[in-house]
């Protein structure tokens, strides 16, 4: 008797590096239910990071930028050439961009059960005024009426995200929730303080403007001249792809400030934390569930962030840390104050965000939504087999 072939998932996602970086836990949940699982991306340097989850890399260049209308048909007919030669079962589409193009691609394919995971609005949820305004509009239109179906599901990493898009966050027959990419806490585990002062706070991003770089350049230059006794270290690099990069002349003319320093993009998070006090991110919006913040609290650091859909979901204020308002650098400088001036406070943070982290913001905890949320389509897929 010949053996009944697997089930098949297929992502898709902008690019290797991104997927390795924040979805590989998926991969790996798909491959604990024995599916076979592949992998649509640009591929630059992460295809064995890929491979080593069982799934397989089929590479596809686009050019992130491009909003050709030309460009974006090619790649919408690419995408379905792709989707249609791999069958899958589901198709689980990441991000804003591959949502919008491999989810028209996947409806033409003929795949009913997909699944669309806002990893963020991005732009959508970052940017206010009449221009944003209609650019949300025209989103939830693409999103609930051109790519939408009854056996599609979104998946979101905080709860503001769904309403943002006219969903409901607690129908769980058509929205999933999950805690971001979530971190392994056996991995990143808290490990002592450097003394203070002077305390020492860190940024863990692509240097975006989205993701404040400069206002927290800006909070701590305001705070040292307030006598707090505070440096900042920025870890990442530009992205040449994004138009919302930090120019590297700025990143060394930032540097360049006492108390500033850019020390590039870095593999080594446990080192980073190992070193700072605080984990910092002024995000201006558009996040999902910052992966940084994560970080920064399974080792036990303090969080500092705006209030901003997805990080104030997570960030209790006033006990893992503190949520400030966007855009406002006093706030953040006073925050900043406040927490060198005591170091033991910072202590208690950091000891209370890894708790928060504990309590279903893990990578077991993402991969078990997630394979409960596999389960409920394929388990359709038997039903209608049956039928």
């Known amino acids: 008797m010949r053996a009944m072939a697997r089930q098949k998932l297929l992502f898709v996602a902008t690019e290797d590096w991104f997927f390795a970086s924040h979805f590989l836990p998926m991969a790996r949940a798909a491959a604990e239910m024995e599916l076979d699982v592949a992998v649509i991306a640009r591929e630059r340097n992460h ?6 989850t069982g799934a397989r890399l089929i590479a596809l260049e686009a050019e992130r930028r491009s909003l050709s209308p030309v ?84 998946l979101f990493e905080n709860p503001d995200d769904p309403v943002t898009l006219g969903l409901d966050p607690a129908d ?43 206002l927290a350049v800006e909070a701590v230059t ?25 120019p590297e002349a700025t990143l060394r003319e930032w540097s360049a400030r006492p108390g500033i320093s850019w020390a590039g993009p870095t ?24 992966r940084t913040l994560l970080e920064g609290a399974a080792c036990g650091r303090a969080l500092l962030t705006t209030d901003v859909p997805g990080c104030r979901s997570f960030v209790r204020t006033g006990q893992d840390g503190f ?29 209370s965000a890894r708790e928060r982290l504990l309590a279903g913001y893990t990578e077991r905890d993402v991969m078990d939504g997630v394979k409960a949320l596999y389960r409920s389509l394929l388990g359709q897929r038997q039903a209608d087999l049956v039928a």
């Open 71 to 154: 460009a974006l048909a090619r790649q919408i007919m690419a995408l379905k050439r792709l989707i249609e030669r791999e069958k899958p079962d589901i198709l689980h589409c990441i991000a804003l961009k591959p949502i919008a193009l491999a989810g028209l691609a996947g409806k033409l394919a003929g795949v009913e059960r997909r699944v669309y995971a806002l990893t963020g609005l991005g732009f959508l949820g970052a940017r206010e005024g009449g221009l944003a305004d209609a650019a949300r509009l025209a989103a939830k239109v693409w999103l609930r009426e051109a790519v939408d179906g009854p056996q599609v599901r979104f």
């Open 323 to 351: 949520v400030v308002p966007a855009n406002d650098i006093a706030a953040l400088a006073q925050a900043l104050v406040t927490l060198a001036a005591s170091p033991s406070q910072v202590e208690r943070m950091g000891a």
């Open 47 to 52: 295809r064995k990071a890929i491979e080593a």
């Open 267 to 290: 593999r080594d998070i446990e080192g980073v934390w190992r070193g700072h006090h605080v984990c910092c991110l002024p995000s201006r919006g558009g996040e999902g569930l910052p």
């Open 222 to 246: 305001l705070a040292r001249k307030q006598g707090a006794r505070v440096e900042l270290t920025l870890h990442g690099a530009p992205d040449p792809s994004n138009p919302k990069a930090v």
């Open 172 to 214: 769980g027959a058509k929205v999933a929730i999950v805690g971001g990419a979530g971190v392994d806490p056996l991995v990143l585990m808290p490990e002592p303080m450097p003394p203070q002062p002077p305390l020492r706070v860190a940024l863990v991003a692509r240097m975006l403007w989205s993701k404040g770089v400069d």
